[in-house]
């Protein structure tokens, strides 16, 4: 832009003082997610804006100047769909944070993008209901960036992913226009689906105002059980009968080794580290004790050595929680990783593993799995040291070849995390030449001037 100054002054004209950053050093912490390998620029401004007329106010500013605008959550995404570009403003929605209404007759909430995912789901509970996606960063990540993202998280093999819940959105446009999608009621299909158009879009269709979330009955506590397996292929065993049997798992997720391992390091946990991979299942059904003895007889059928049930909530907590430690506790091997998001068909899962085995020997590198193993979703976790310019070359080679695996086996580059800057080049060899084409066409209406998160997905 060429005068950053008129920029401020437009923006000051509708913005209130405390709304807006310029300090390069604190703009700074706002550059960037938590991806590795991604490009960030130096933003001309964040702005914080607590309603939606001061969304509005910087998307009319920014069309009339044609200054891009990155919007960002929490920025705990891992891809850097939230990266800055030279010169943009950052939009950063966590201020608006208020829960606008819980409804248990229509069974909605309500709620402004910078609502914490945990913080929902707590209030929804006060009234014996619970909202399902539950990122493993649920304690900090935001309603609008799990929107963004279309995250999932740990319960999704029952429940189901963010979209599934996502009935309707208030969306302001590049040109600051207010457009309303979807419906409150529990049925409805007028029109095209522009709702779950949004979902996923990583903020390059529009500004996530405001959102009607579908809410669900809270379930009975669930119990979970850990399965020690000889070999992962033991275990993604397992996963098919279990899958194969018909039962419905409130969780079910798998750690190979090095994951077991960095967790008891980071947390001491007690996990088992002579598994070759532990698998954690869980049910929250009115006699889930039955539920995990059938599930562990499969699993004892499928080769575990051990299966060990929870006694109560409290045990099955604590496994729960040493799940959710898996990436910060594989982070903490060397400093630095790449954390890839593949997704196979449940059937491809043991070929999956076995390949991420195979990459992790060939580049010489410390490569952690943990898995939504119910959905086929994995995060192969790349170790590295980024100091080291031959190990960050080998990080990258091999973040890439697990990602051309999953496509050889009929998967996703991405099951819940995004494209963002990291897996832009990837996307167009899943999408093809005639899907990259309708896709940039949809970019193409809704944003005109490509100014909103530029140099993202394509």
Not at 271 to 292: G, I, K, S, V
Not at 370 to 384: E, K, R, S
Request: charged share 20%.
């Amino acid at each position: 832009m060429d005068n950053p100054d008129d920029l401020l002054t437009r923006l000051r004209s509708a913005l209130p003082e405390e709304a807006l950053i310029t300090d390069p050093d604190v703009m700074a912490s706002y550059a960037h997610d938590m991806a590795s390998f991604c490009a960030a620029g130096a933003p001309a401004v964040v702005v914080l804006p607590r309603t939606v007329e001061q969304v509005q106010h910087v998307m009319r500013t920014a069309t009339a100047l044609r200054v891009p605008v990155v919007p960002q959550g929490a920025r705990t995404g891992l891809s850097g769909a939230a990266n800055a570009s030279d010169g943009c403003v950052v939009l950063s929605l966590v201020k608006m944070d208020r829960i606008l209404e819980i409804n248990a007759v229509d069974r909605i909430a309500v709620v402004e993008p910078g609502v914490v995912n945990a913080t929902l789901s707590r209030a929804a509970g006060e009234l014996g209901l619970c909202y399902p996606p539950d990122p493993s960063s649920w304690e900090t990540c935001t309603i609008g960036g799990n929107i963004g993202t279309a995250s999932g998280g740990l319960c999704c093999v029952k429940y189901g992913v963010t979209a599934e819940y996502v009935l309707g959105l208030d969306v302001v446009l590049a040109d600051g226009r207010l457009l309303s999608t979807g419906r409150r009621t529990a049925k409805g299909v007028a029109g095209y689906d522009l709702t779950r158009l949004f979902v996923g879009s990583e903020g390059s269709l529009g500004v996530v105002v405001k959102a009607v979330l579908a809410l669900k009955p809270a379930p009975p506590r669930q119990l979970a059980l850990a399965a020690e397996f000889p070999s992962a292929a033991a275990a993604c065993d397992a996963i098919c009968r279990i899958m194969e049997g018909g039962h419905t798992p409130s969780l079910l997720e798998l750690m190979d080794r090095t994951t077991v391992r960095a967790v008891n390091a980071l947390a001491g946990m007690g996990l088992p580290e002579t598994t070759e991979a532990l698998l954690l299942a869980a049910f929250d059904t009115t006699d889930p004790a039955a539920d995990l003895a059938a599930v562990g007889a499969l699993c004892t059928a499928a080769g575990a050595t051990e299966v060990v049930p929870a006694d109560n909530a409290a045990e099955s907590d604590l496994l729960l929680q040493a799940r959710r430690l898996a990436l910060p506790a594989l982070e903490a091997v060397t400093g630095t990783t790449m954390i890839d998001d593949v997704c196979v068909p449940r059937s491809r899962l043991g070929d999956m593993l076995e390949g991420i085995d195979a990459v992790a020997r060939k580049y010489g590198l410390t490569i952690g799995v943990c898995a939504h193993a119910g959905d086929g979703n994995t995060h192969p976790t790349v170790c590295f040291d980024p100091t080291d310019p031959d190990e960050s070359r080998r990080a990258r080679e091999s973040f890439d070849e697990i990602m051309a695996l999953g496509l050889a086996l009929g998967g996703t580059i991405t099951g819940e995390h995004g494209v963002g800057v990291l897996k832009k080049e990837w996307l167009s060899r899943e999408l093809g030449p005639v899907g990259l084409e309708m896709q940039r066409g949809i970019k193409q209406t809704f944003d005109p001037l490509g100014l909103l998160n530029p140099g993202k997905l394509f």
